[in-house]
């Protein structure tokens, strides 16, 4: 097909910023799912003096999906996490890169790992509001990847620059 877009499919640091910011926007959008959806539990949507009898039918339906459905976004959260940085690292083999360009790498992961606490520290005061707090607290795997993003994203950047970089090393 003529005109096609040309995609960059390669992976490379830069990308690991797009998912830090990923996460972030995840973690934050699971949160007040949540907060959202207690919210709308609390409400007399589902009372039965309002709209009949079955209304209970669909209360349980809700109950269930609020008790099961939910808590599993933490996992969810942590497979976007290992996709995310997988999928840069098994990307950046796509990478030809000289050593010479090593520098540029690591001033850009310098630069990463100084965003990092920035997005850390922005999840953290939504996440200790006083009003989502309640919410928040069940997902302990999102509060643990970011508490420790900084350090998550430079053994991340080490690894894209391993492959990057070691690549030219070994003549592939």
């Known amino acids: 097909m003529r005109g096609k877009l040309k995609v960059n499919r390669k992976g490379s640091l830069q990308d690991l910023l797009l998912v830090m910011v990923l996460l972030l926007v995840l973690a934050i ?3 007040f799912s949540s907060l959202i959806a207690h919210k709308i539990g609390d409400t007399r949507i589902f009372s039965d003096e309002l709209t009949g009898t079955n209304q209970s039918v669909a209360r349980g339906i809700f109950d269930k999906t609020l008790n099961n459905t939910i808590p599993k976004f933490d996992t969810i959260f942590v497979g976007f996490l290992i996709a995310g940085i997988l999928g840069t690292i098994i990307l950046a083999f796509a990478v030809r890169s000289l050593t010479v360009f090593f520098m540029a790498g690591f001033i850009f992961t310098a630069v990463l790992i100084l ?20 919410f928040s607290a069940p997902f302990t795997a999102i509060e643990f990847v970011m508490s420790n993003l900084p350090l998550m994203m430079l053994i991340a950047a080490t690894a894209v620059s391993v492959v990057i970089y070691g690549m030219w090393r070994l003549g592939v």
């Open 29 to 31: 959008t699971i949160v």
């Open 115 to 134: 965003i990092a606490p920035i997005l850390s520290n922005v999840y953290d005061a939504v996440a200790d509001n006083e009003q989502v707090i309640e």
